[in-house]
C-alpha cells in the first residue's frame, strides 16, 4: 500500500515543490530589485504598503518570499516597524493568486509549456554564452531567460499537482479517507489543526491548498472541511517569518508576530463561518476545486481589509532598528 501512495506522491509533490522554487527564482531574478525598490518608496502609509505588498507578492508568487524580505529590510534599517503592516496584509492578498492560478485547468497543456519553455531557457542561456554581450539580443536574453524559468515552474507546479492527485483512489479505497471524514464529523477543527500542522512542516502553504483542492476535486473531502484546512493552512504558513526573525532586530520580530496575529487571529475569527464561506464561494463557481481557491482569496481579502484600519492606529510608530555588528 505504501508504495501506491507514497511513490507517486513523493514525486509529484517534489515536482510541485521545485515547480514553485523556480517560480520564485525566475521571478525574483526578472522584477525583484525593482520590487524591492518600489517597496522601500510606497509604504509611507499602511494603505500603500498594502497595495505594494499586494502587488510584489502577486509577481513573485511568495507571500513567505515578500514577507521575510520585509524582515529583512527592517532588520536593516530601511523600514520601520509600523511600514511593514500594510505589506503584511499586501502579502496575504497576492498570496491568494496562487491558488487562483491552480484553479485554472491548464494541467492538458502543462507538458506543451514545459516542452517550450525550456527550449526558450536553453536558447537564451546559448545566447548569452556566444553572441557579443554588446548584441541587443544578448541584452534582452537574460530577462527572457528568467521568464522562461518561471513558465517552466509553472508547468511543473501543474504535473505535481496531477501527479499527486492519482493517489486520491488509492486513499479512498483504504477507507483512510472515511476515518479522517469521521473525526471530522466529531469537530471540524480537525481539519484546521491538520492544515496548520502539514503546512508547518512543509514550509509551504500552496502545496496545503492544492492538494486540498484535488481532494476536493474528486469529492474526496467536502468543502466544509476544504475550507477548514485552508484556514490552518495560513496558520502554518507562519512558521516561515517566525524562524526569519530568529536572531534578528526587535522590529523583525514584531513584523513576524503581526503576520502571526493576522493569520491566526483571521483563521479562528472566520472559523465559525466556514459554511458562510462556502456558501459565497459557491456563489462564483459550482466547481469544488475552484471553490477552494475562492474561499481562500474572500478570506484573506476580507482579513486584510478588517485589519487595515488598525495599521493607522499611533501605537505602533516605532523606529527602525539596525542590528549592531
Not at 514525486?11 to 530589485?33: D, N, Q, R
Not at 539580443?137 to 527572457?144: G, I, N, Y
Not at 478570506?299 to 481589509?305: H, R, Y
Not at 493607522?312 to 555588528?325: D, E, H, M, V
Request: glycine content about 10%.
Amino acid at each position: 500500500m505504501w508504495q501506491e501512495l507514497a511513490i507517486p506522491f513523493g514525486l509529484g509533490f517534489a515536482v510541485f515543490l521545485f515547480g514553485m522554487k523556480a517560480m520564485e527564482i525566475g521571478l525574483h531574478e526578472w522584477a525583484g530589485p525593482i520590487l524591492s525598490g518600489l517597496i522601500r518608496r510606497f509604504t509611507s502609509t499602511p494603505f500603500r504598503g498594502l497595495v505594494a505588498g499586494t502587488l510584489a507578492t502577486t509577481v513573485l508568487q511568495s507571500s513567505d518570499a515578500v514577507t521575510v524580505v520585509t524582515i529583512g529590510l527592517v532588520n536593516a534599517g530601511v523600514l520601520s516597524f509600523r511600514q511593514t503592516l500594510g505589506i503584511v496584509l499586501g502579502a496575504n492578498v497576492g498570496g491568494s493568486i496562487t491558488a487562483d492560478m491552480l484553479g485554472l485547468d491548464m494541467s492538458a497543456d502543462a507538458l506543451p509549456m514545459l516542452v517550450c519553455a525550456g527550449a526558450s531557457w536553453f536558447a537564451c542561456l546559448a545566447v548569452e554564452r556566444f553572441r557579443p554581450s554588446a548584441s541587443r539580443l544578448a541584452r534582452v536574453a537574460p530577462s527572457l531567460r528568467h521568464l522562461s524559468l518561471t513558465v517552466c515552474g509553472f508547468a511543473c507546479v501543474l504535473i505535481g499537482m496531477e501527479r499527486m492527485n492519482t493517489i486520491v483512489p488509492v486513499l479512498q479505497s483504504r477507507g483512510l479517507f472515511v476515518w479522517f471524514l469521521d473525526m471530522s464529523q466529531q469537530s471540524i477543527a480537525w481539519g484546521l489543526l491538520a492544515g496548520a500542522l502539514v503546512t508547518a512542516v512543509i514550509q509551504s502553504s500552496a502545496a496545503t491548498i492544492a492538494v486540498t483542492m484535488g481532494l476536493a476535486s474528486v469529492q474526496a473531502v467536502p468543502i466544509e472541511l476544504g475550507i477548514a484546512i485552508v484556514l490552518g493552512a495560513n496558520i502554518g504558513t507562519c512558521s516561515t517569518a517566525l524562524l526569519a526573525s530568529l536572531g534578528g532586530s526587535k522590529s523583525g520580530r514584531y513584523v513576524a508576530w503581526s503576520h502571526i496575529a493576522l493569520n491566526l487571529g483571521g483563521s479562528l475569527l472566520f472559523f465559525p463561518f466556514i459554511d458562510q464561506l462556502a456558501a459565497l464561494s459557491a456563489f462564483w463557481t459550482e466547481s469544488p476545486y475552484d471553490q477552494i481557491a475562492r474561499a481562500q482569496t474572500i478570506f484573506n481579502v476580507l482579513c486584510s481589509l478588517i485589519a487595515l484600519p488598525l495599521c493607522y492606529l499611533g501605537l505602533n510608530k516605532l523606529r527602525p532598528q539596525r542590528i549592531r555588528p
